[in-house]
């Protein structure tokens, strides 16, 4: 069963943190690649960060680089994003994603087949 339910989001200011999470199924979470995505009001949905569990690799989005941490606890099968010096250019709803279980995994892959409902996230100047 396909599921994956995002949480933490909320209001900050700029320079602020925030730690959002990202609970799966335990089918979902088999797969090689989960990624965040953001979607800002009136804007195209973008990809910001992605895991690759195989090779334990991570791919950000320059936007984000140096900080944001994406990371995953294989115990509890929740991926996490962590957001620190937020930006108000960083305000959007925020999902997680993932595909099958031999996917390829990169911010631009096409796999991204599974979705969560999203957590919004709003950073004030």
């Known amino acids: 069963q396909v599921q994956l339910v995002e949480s933490g989001g909320g209001s900050v200011q700029a320079g602020g943190s925030l730690r959002l999470s990202c609970a799966a199924s335990?089918?979902?979470?088999?797969?090689?690649?989960m990624g965040w995505f953001r979607q800002a009001r009136g804007k195209e949905r973008e990809a910001v960060a992605a895991?690759?569990?195989?090779?334990?690799?991570?791919y950000y989005a320059d936007s984000v680089k140096g900080r944001f941490a994406i990371s995953k606890d294989n115990a509890k099968y929740t991926l996490y994003l962590q957001m620190n010096s937020l930006k108000p250019e960083d305000t959007a709803m925020y999902y997680c994603?993932?595909?099958?279980?031999?996917?390829?995994?990169?911010?631009?892959?096409?796999?991204?087949?599974?979705w969560g409902q999203g957590t919004q996230v709003t950073v004030s100047s």
């Open positions: 994603a993932t595909g099958p279980i031999a996917m390829y995994c990169s911010l631009a892959s096409r796999d991204f087949r599974y």
């Open positions: 335990r089918y979902t979470y088999s797969s090689d690649c």
């Open positions: 895991i690759y569990t195989g090779g334990r690799s991570t």
